[in-house]
């Protein structure tokens, strides 16, 4: 393998991804990313002169554009989605439009051009939700998505499958939990905790702040994916996790106390239509298979996002200051 596309590289997992690849890997990258909301090519400055890096803006649903960068590139690793929850409760046409079509327009490209391999990275959230007794999510569990952002997600898991069924297109799924780390947008609960509570706002926390999610660093994440993309095999699926469950008040007060703020911050808000209880992976397949296993603690990971934000004001400042701003305010009422 000499060369692979990237979709949504200018966003969180996606960034973290192609500098990985280029840091570690002697791949060429090809970015291709629509600068959504979400994407920032900031979060990639490092590598704007890198010979071995390319950004394209563009968007997935793009047959021809598409169709012609895969002919350059071996395999596609995509992350391109609209991943927000809380967006798609208000509004799941972006998320049909990019996770579905955008999805099913990239392995038309990949089958047309005979590419060599497509990693989709997709989410627990498939699963659906579990109960504090049930089993942690295995990959031949039942896809039961809840929100219209794991419907969509799920919907492309199932044409991924469909594309290998039917046309043997060489496709493997990841599928992964909560991932925190440097360059999250400020509207997921990490970053979004982490800059109110630096900024004396108030932390607002859905209903009893009591629904646990399995937190992984992005780093183990990317280093997940690439063992996947090198060594994963064709048909497969691969839950990748942290082993790590905690409530989300467990997750507030952590940052809280990092930060020296007090609890008094913390204000429960009205619950989130649909509002998944537990997630938890069984991640014993890509263990046992492919010899990965997530290797940085919760109390080094959050420990390290909470200085990278302290020390990276300006990029979200910037973020602030701009779309996602008027976007809170419209929907939230703004951020205190
Ligand atoms: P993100 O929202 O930070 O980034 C998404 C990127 O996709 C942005 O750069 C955006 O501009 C781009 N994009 C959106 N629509 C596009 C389109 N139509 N064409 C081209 N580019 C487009 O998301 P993230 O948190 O980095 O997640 C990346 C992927 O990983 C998603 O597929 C998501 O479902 C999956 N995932 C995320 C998590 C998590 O905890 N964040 C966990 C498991 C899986
Ligand atoms: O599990 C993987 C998924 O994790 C990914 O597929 C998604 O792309 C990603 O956004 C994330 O989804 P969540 O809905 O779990 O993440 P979010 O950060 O939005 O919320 C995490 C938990 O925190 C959830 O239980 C809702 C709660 N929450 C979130 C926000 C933004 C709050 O209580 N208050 C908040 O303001």
Redesign the pocket.
Known sequence: MNAILVTGGAGFIGSNFIRLVISETDLSVINLDALTYAGNLENLKDLESNPRYRFVQGRIEDSALVEGLMKEVDACVHFAAE????RSIKDAQPFLITNCLGTQTLLDAARSTGLKRFLHVS???VYGSLGGDDHPFRETDPLLPNSP?AAS?ASSDLLVRAAYKTHGLPVIITR????YGPYQFP????P?MTINAMEGRPL???GD?K?I?DWIYVEDHCRGLLKVLESGAVGEIYNLGGECEKT?LEIVEAILERLDAPRSLITFVKD?PG??RR?AMDISKVKEELGWTPKVDFEEGISTTIEWYKANRDWWERILSGEYMRYYEEHYGGLS
């Open positions: 991943s927000h929850v809380d989410t627990d959230e952002y997600k992964c939990s909560n991932n509207e997921k609960l990490i979004l607002p926390i859905y702040g629904n999610r989300n989130r509002h998944d997630y």
